[in-house]
């Protein structure tokens, strides 16, 4: 139980981060510099101001700075994670696969919402999202010593691309 607790605070925070990447990343900003800042007023945030839900709640969803209202959206993201985080610990426990979930679970939610936000799905982190995908099948099949690890992925790529792929063409004759 402790353990769910403490991972769904380490949530909490790297939804902040993944906050700044949904927001920056589709504007080809820079995701360290400058720090957060208030969307309104431009007023750089405190560390304490970094720590998520936890702020939005004692500031009442209001910036410190300029009391323009925060939008809910950031603190629902930062949540979300969290509880991501506490049900992937409560599912794999201390093993290979929870770091490797973690992290690929954190590409989805920036790439959903990036999606949801722009209809657009950044390159880059794809390519991230696909290498990072390798390592860790090749990382569970060493481990497990089993292929299927390797090729059904694989497998699930080219189907999944192929049926995108098919429809598109379909599409295009269509028109
Ligand atoms: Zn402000």
Redo the contacts with the bound molecule.
């Keep these: 139980m402790l353990n769910s607790i403490l991972f769904f605070i380490l949530g909490l925070v790297i939804g902040s981060f993944l906050n700044v990447c949904i927001y920056r990343l589709p504007k080809g900003e820079s995701l360290i510099y400058p720090g957060s800042h208030?969307t309104?007023?431009?007023?750089a945030l405190s560390t304490y101001d970094l720590i998520p839900i936890v702020s939005y709640c004692c500031l009442n969803g209001k910036?410190?700075?300029?009391?323009?209202k925060i939008s809910p959206y950031y603190a629902l993201v930062e949540g979300g994670t969290g509880l991501l985080y506490a049900l992937l610990f409560h599912t794999f426990g201390w093993s290979l696969e929870l770091p490797l979930y973690m992290l690929f679970i954190s590409i989805l939610i920036v790439l959903t919402l990036i999606d949801w936000e722009y209809m657009l799905l950044p390159t880059p982190i794809l390519v991230f999202g696909c290498v990072l995908g390798s390592i860790f099948r090749g990382l569970q099949a060493a481990r497990y010593q089993n292929t299927a690890y390797l090729w059904a992925p694989l497998l699930g790529a080219l189907v999944g691309f192929g049926l995108f792929f098919c429809s598109l063409f379909c599409w295009e004759m269509v028109l």
């Excluded at 309104?40 to 007023?43: D, E, M, Q």
């Excluded at 910036?63 to 323009?68: D, T, V």
Aim: glycine share 10%; proline share 0%.
């Design positions: 208030c309104h007023c431009g007023h910036c410190r700075y300029c009391k323009e």
